[in-house]
């Protein structure tokens, strides 16, 4: 990384308020990601130039915008298209339909006669790779036989989606679900009974309101035990800092606490006694089978190497020794 000099960040903070990191690093023989880097260390920032709308202009605007290209207005009032654009939205300014349809007619004229368009087309009389190769429904094997039929239903969901207007169901809540409508996707044919006994006596339920149980039971529904509630007082009705008293809350925390020391005692002594089982396993295995002192034992691929242990060799073989003791 080449250092930066001190004439170098004297030439920096002249130029970056003014000039783009790209145009600065090509003045300075630098990436624009050093540029940026080094802006930063030296707390320069860039100079941001705003145009300022006179009230002359804006009337102006009001009356060109809905028949003149962004273009055009740009050269006209001596900025860029997207100034002209952010501006009309603010005032509120539309393109009128007739310039629309004649811009519209314009880019397609412009796509129509385009080189690469037209060189992209099927010229007249052109005929299909694949012409001729199948005729008209045909299908290898009996693929046609296993389509679906028209107007055909899944037999697996065809039960649910046939029930009748009026029936009720749980949902995956516990929520008891009445049927209100045939068509229309599964969350639009169904609404909560409480909801529809709700509305048919105060009318629709406000936006950002919900309808809960006084009592919490939600198959126990009845006008008397429903209730229109906000989500805010909904969620503060479900916290513990508002359902519960502080000392209530005290005894409760210290529960939570208790229950989780009883958890870690009781995982640390599960691993106890698993090694203390793996140990009584091995020891067990090691006596029934005669485990021998470390002095005594010796391993498979030792023997025939310390002295006094001899390998056993097929009968008649040279130098074959009986295994068997001759009779005193």
């Known amino acids: 990384m080449k250092p930066w000099t001190a004439g170098e960040e004297a030439r920096l903070r002249k130029l970056y308020p003014e000039k783009t990191q790209r145009e600065c690093a090509t003045l300075l023989d630098r990436t624009p990601k050093a540029i940026a880097s080094r802006a930063k260390l030296l707390k320069v920032r860039r100079v941001r130039k705003y145009r300022r709308w006179t009230k002359a202009e804006d009337r102006i605007l009001r009356q060109v915008y809905a028949n003149a290209g962004n273009q055009d207005l740009a050269r006209r009032f001596k900025t860029n298209w997207l100034s002209v654009f952010q501006r009309a939205k603010k005032l509120g300014l539309k393109k009128s339909p007739e310039h629309i349809a004649r811009t519209l007619a314009e880019c397609g004229r412009q796509i129509t006669v385009h080189p690469k368009s037209v060189a992209a087309r099927y010229p007249k009389g052109h005929e299909p790779a694949n012409k001729g190769t199948r005729r008209p ?26 029930r009748p207007l009026g029936a009720l169901r749980v949902s995956s809540y516990g929520y008891i679900e009445r049927k209100i409508r045939m068509d229309g996707r599964g969350g639009e044919r169904w609404q909560r009974e409480h909801y529809l006994i709700w509305i048919a006596a105060h009318g629709p339920v406000p936006k950002g309101h919900i309808i809960v149980f006084k009592d919490r039971d939600k198959t126990h529904i009845t006008l008397d035990n429903l209730e229109c509630i906000s989500f805010a007082e909904n969620m503060r009705r479900n916290t513990i800092h508002v359902r519960r008293s502080p000392e209530l809350k ?48 010796s391993r498979e691929s030792d023997r025939g190497r310390r002295p006094g242990n001899h390998q056993h060799r097929k009968p008649g073989a040279k130098g074959h020794r009986l295994a068997q003791r001759r009779p005193a």
């Open 137 to 162: 429904g045909w299908f290898k094997g009996r693929m046609r036989d296993g389509w679906f039929k028209k107007g055909h239903k899944n037999e697996m969901y065809a039960p649910k989606a046939e």
């Open 250 to 297: 005290e005894t409760i925390y210290a529960l939570i606490a208790l229950k989780r020391s009883i958890t870690m005692r009781e995982r640390r002594h599960a691993k106890e006694l698993e090694r203390s089982a793996g140990s009584t396993v091995r020891d067990v295995g090691e006596t029934e089978g005669q485990r021998q002192p470390d002095g005594n034992r």
